[in-house]
């Protein structure tokens, strides 16, 4: 089983930054895409960025592409988010996900087995 926590969240202001953190146990996530999904209240959860198992492809959400970038480190079993520019539509809780895949990373959250508690990021205006 893997397990994963997030954190880093909290309250900011637009054009502030942020930056998440989301740790794994349980196993070694190398072989693992990991992505971070957000749900606004009221809302789906809607996907935000995603990393490789080696960290050499990304993939983001249009609403996030330039101002936010995701990046992992294995030897921690460890994944980022660096939130810049907030906006107040960013406000969210974000979950971090993971899932064993070799080729590009997902984008669909049924696509993602292991998923965190979620972080609450509040942005105001």
């Known amino acids: 089983q893997v397990q994963l926590v997030e954190s880093g969240g909290g309250l900011v202001q637009a054009g502030g930054s942020l930056r998440l953190s989301c740790a794994a146990s349980g196993r070694t996530l190398s072989k693992y895409a990991m992505a971070w999904f957000r749900q606004a209240p009221g809302k789906e959860r809607e996907f935000v960025g995603a990393i490789s198992w080696s960290g050499t492809r990304t993939s983001y959400a249009d609403s996030v592409k330039g101002r936010f970038t995701i990046s992992r480190d294995n030897a921690k079993n460890a994944m980022y988010l660096q939130m810049n520019n907030l906006k107040s539509e960013d406000t969210a809780v974000y979950y971090c996900?993971?899932?064993?895949?070799?080729?590009?990373?997902?984008?669909?959250?049924?696509?993602?087995?292991?998923w965190g508690q979620g972080t609450q990021v509040t942005v105001s205006s």
């Open positions: 996900a993971a899932e064993y895949s070799l080729s590009s990373p997902p984008t669909e959250r049924h696509e993602y087995e292991y």
